[in-house]
């Protein structure tokens, strides 16, 4: 199962915006349910306008009248029952222009005062309104008559955009956007502390002691985190540290001692005893000498990197096995296909190389010779006739003290751990396969560096 | 011939010098840092055995201290931690060869001879091998006593091949061996070089042949039982 991470920014920004938006918006619905007794004032207004405005795209026809603009007359015709207008000539007092003629009647033979004034009358379904605007256009004076009937919505959703548009979005939508911009600039300067953070941590490994993350600006809700952190990270390093000691004068304390037994027993005369009690020194040397070396890399302890060319390395190391081959009458030759450099370490790929020539010495049978390979590639193949393998063996030699056979002069089942750990502090890999016919063919695959040239050299037959 | 061991642990060091002796090579021996500064710069050690851990100090301090003053004594640095770190520290700070705790006489002794057959070496300027004799100075070849004439890369082969002492020398280090410093390389050089020394040995006599090892280099190897050239007998 993976838990899905999600942003605090993102998610704090997205919900403050969101609450601020609607609190905005029922703001919005607060106040027009205040200002609905408003709405007549609102409806008057609104007709009184249009009225002003039809007023003045009155035109002059070419036989001395007037007619309203195509705009107004596409109004008219699309008049509702109860609205009607007319234009009155002033002073003559002369109806100009009008429609709905069955209205202008009772409009034009109503009281003067009645006419004249603007008058709300409330019908069952909502308002009636008729306003009386004086307008001068075109050197006339004109009065406009102008009856609109209007629903409750209609009337509704114009007091609401008139609020919204003159009142209250000038209002608060520049408070609403500094609010969102406030949270967001906020919310991003104290993130980048964190963000910071995060680097260093990542940053943290054995390889690079004293690296801890830093407090500078913290939020006080996350430092004891941080704190937390840095204090596990100390811990730690004391550990690795002392763990590094320790096989440092492990090192030192099993080996002074072997060194003095070795040194006892060359001195004793030649002969069968002091043969045996030199192999088992011997074998007991390797197996110290194997611990301390897993105990390093497992603890990513080895030297420096620096470009390696892999055909020198490996010829130095079969040149040193030459006298092991002779005494177990095993051959060693080397093919060369290409010239790799690699970033490395050359005493580990020293020991991962030596560690898998040495198995390949043991296994493959007298009289036998076990290749080498350096190429394509980074790749480093050591190849032997021995019993091979097995498939459910390959995955498990490779771990600490495993061995197929009874133990032996060889070690104590570390070598392919140490390749193993050498190859993983390279970003490489060992592998194990069967080779035709019989026998095991190990391979160590590394990365070139860009300095690598591709000649191949010619090889000695 | 005369050795000097660096070496705290008493019994240790006791022990190598008698085993030293027992082969003919005599030895002093140091047990600390300031002991050994003092025996190094009063001189006429051929060789230096150097621990690393010391009581007052760390053997490869020393190591710098001489050759910052032009000391070139021959160092072998004596390591009871493990390769993996501590090899390359010991020959970048001048040491001429490294050995880890514990080690067979066999092998130390190897390494001294092979220390010291180096060119300007105590053992680097007259060496044999069965009836071959090389005089590093004069760079005379005699088999079975009589001189014989080589050109020039092959004499240096030979010279090379000589001082490995059986060890197997690698292509690289044999190909900067003939090549003069700044001589451009052409391939196949170092096989015709080799295989027309080979003949001449044969063809002269000679009972040392150069063995082959496939891809990795070459060394010399006496065809008859002829003893080992005496270390201590040698100039
Ligand atoms: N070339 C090989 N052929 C067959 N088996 C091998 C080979 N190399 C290693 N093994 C198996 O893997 C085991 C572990 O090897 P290693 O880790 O080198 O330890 P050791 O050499 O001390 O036994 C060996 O004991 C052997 O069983
Ligand atoms: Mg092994």
Redesign the pocket.
């Known amino acids: 199962m993976t838990h899905r991470a999600f942003s605090l920014e993102r998610q704090l920004l997205l919900r403050l915006s969101a609450i601020f938006l609607g609190s905005f918006l029922l703001f919005g619905v607060v106040y027009l349910f205040l200002i609905k007794n408003d709405a007549q004032f609102h409806a008057l207004e609104e007709v009184g306008e249009r009225a002003a405005s039809i007023g003045q795209h009155i035109h002059r026809t070419a036989d001395g009248g007037f007619t309203f603009n195509a705009a107004t007359r596409r109004m008219m015709a699309r008049q509702t029952r109860g609205a009607g207008i007319a234009a009155i000539a002033l002073p003559s007092n002369r109806l100009v222009a009008g429609s709905s003629a069955g209205l202008l009647p009772a409009l034009l033979n109503s009281p003067a005062d009645a006419v004249l004034n603007s008058r709300i009358s409330l019908v069952e379904d909502g308002l009636t309104v008729r306003t009386v605007q004086t307008v001068h256009h075109d050197g006339q004076a004109f009065r406009i008559i102008l009856q609109m009937p209007m629903s409750r919505e209609q009337i509704e959703i114009l007091g609401l955009t008139d609020e919204f548009t003159q009142e209250i979005i000038p209002c608060f939508l520049p408070a609403l956007t500094l609010a969102i911009l406030v949270t967001w600039l906020t919310l991003r300067r104290r993130l980048r502390p964190l963000r910071r953070a995060s680097a260093e941590a990542a940053r943290v490994s054995v390889d690079a002691p004293g690296q801890r993350v830093g407090t500078d600006e913290i939020a006080s809700e996350v430092l004891p985190l941080i704190h937390a952190v840095n204090q596990a990270l100390a811990r730690l390093e004391a550990d690795v540290a002392a763990q590094r000691r320790f096989a440092a004068n492990a090192a030192h304390e099993l080996r002074t001692p072997l060194a003095v037994l070795r040194a006892r027993v060359e001195g004793l005369p030649p002969g069968e005893a002091r043969q045996f009690l030199e192999r088992d020194i011997d074998r007991m040397s390797r197996a110290v000498a194997q611990m301390l070396l897993t105990a390093r890399v497992q603890s990513r302890q080895v030297g420096e990197m620096a470009p390696l060319a892999l055909v020198p390395l490996v010829r130095e190391v079969l040149a040193d096995l030459v006298p092991l081959a002779d005494q177990t009458r095993r051959q060693l030759m080397l093919e060369v296909i290409s010239q790799p450099v690699v970033r490395g370490n050359e005493a580990a790929l020293n020991s991962a190389v030596r560690?898998l020539v040495e198995?390949?010495l043991r296994?493959t049978p007298p009289g036998d010779c076990v290749r080498v390979q350096v190429g394509p590639g980074a790749t480093i193949t050591v190849e032997?006739h021995?019993?091979?393998?097995s498939d459910e063996d390959k995955a498990r030699?490779f771990q600490p003290f495993?061995?197929?056979?009874a133990p032996h002069a060889?070690?104590?089942?570390?070598?392919?751990?140490i390749v193993s750990g050498v190859m993983a502090l390279h970003d490489g890999r060992v592998t194990v396969e069967d080779v035709p016919g019989g026998g095991?063919r190990?391979v160590l695959s590394l990365t070139l560096t860009a300095d690598t040239r591709p000649m191949p050299r010619p090889v000695p037959a | 011939m005369r050795l000097l061991v660096v070496e705290d642990e008493p019994e240790l060091g006791r022990l190598l010098l008698a085993n030293l002796a027992r082969l003919g090579l005599s030895a002093d021996l140091a047990t600390d840092v300031a002991t050994a500064a003092d025996f190094v710069s009063a001189g006429g050690y051929d060789l230096v055995l150097l621990d690393q851990r010391l009581p007052d100090g760390n053997g490869l301090d020393l190591l710098r201290r001489l050759r910052a003053k032009r000391n070139e004594t021959p160092v072998i640095v004596v390591s009871a931690a493990d390769a993996v770190q501590d090899r390359v520290a010991g020959l970048h700070g001048g040491a001429d060869d490294y050995i880890v705790k514990p080690f067979a006489l066999d092998e130390l002794v190897a390494r001294i001879r092979a220390v010291l057959r180096r060119p300007g070496r105590a053992l680097g300027v007259e060496l044999a091998l069965g009836n071959v004799r090389f005089n590093c100075v004069s760079c005379a070849v005699e088999i079975d006593a009589r001189p014989v004439l080589l050109p020039r890369r092959e004499l240096a082969a030979l010279e090379a091949l000589m001082r490995a002492d059986g060890r197997v020398i690698t292509r690289e280090t044999l190909e900067d061996a003939i090549y003069a410093m700044n001589e451009e390389r052409q391939s196949n050089v170092l096989e015709s070089s080799v295989s027309r020394l080979r003949r001449r040995l044969a063809g002269e006599g000679a009972t040392i042949e150069i063995r082959v090892v496939r891809g990795v280099g070459y060394r010399l190897v006496a065809t008859t039982a002829a003893a080992a050239p005496d270390m201590a007998a040698d100039p």
């Open positions: 560690n198995n390949a296994f032997d021995g019993p091979g393998v030699i495993w061995r197929a056979e060889g070690g104590a089942g570390l070598g392919l751990a095991a190990f």
